[in-house]
């Protein structure tokens, strides 16, 4: 038996199974509203000037890059970085419903 069977075969109160679809709506349009957000965030950040890998692996010892978390566009790329993983948990949750009140 599989995770699916088993919820599906459970009986669940009214209210639980009313509520899924309005739950999907929610997730989709947060969804949608977080990939804009994603969107423009990433349009607003400056491009990486040292490029290519080099920009994932330099170990530059500077003041700056110490403290470029703290920098407007240190907090782009963590609000970004966020946004992304919500994005991500969201659409997971959406499947697992949609799934779940098919009935498949």
Do not use: D
Not at 28 to 53: E, W
């Amino acid at each position: 038996m599989n995770l699916l069977s088993i919820l599906a075969s459970s009986t669940v109160p009214a209210w639980v199974s009313a509520s899924f679809p309005i739950i999907r709506y929610i997730l989709l349009g947060y969804i949608g509203v977080a990939a804009i957000v994603i969107t423009i965030l990433v349009l607003l950040q400056p491009s990486n000037s040292q490029g290519g890998i080099q920009g994932v692996t330099s170990n530059t010892e500077t003041y700056y890059a110490h403290n470029k978390g703290e920098s407007r566009e240190g907090r782009m790329k963590k609000a970004t970085m966020w946004l992304a993983i919500s994005v991500a948990v969201a659409t997971v949750l959406y499947f697992i419903l949609t799934l779940v009140y098919s009935g498949v």
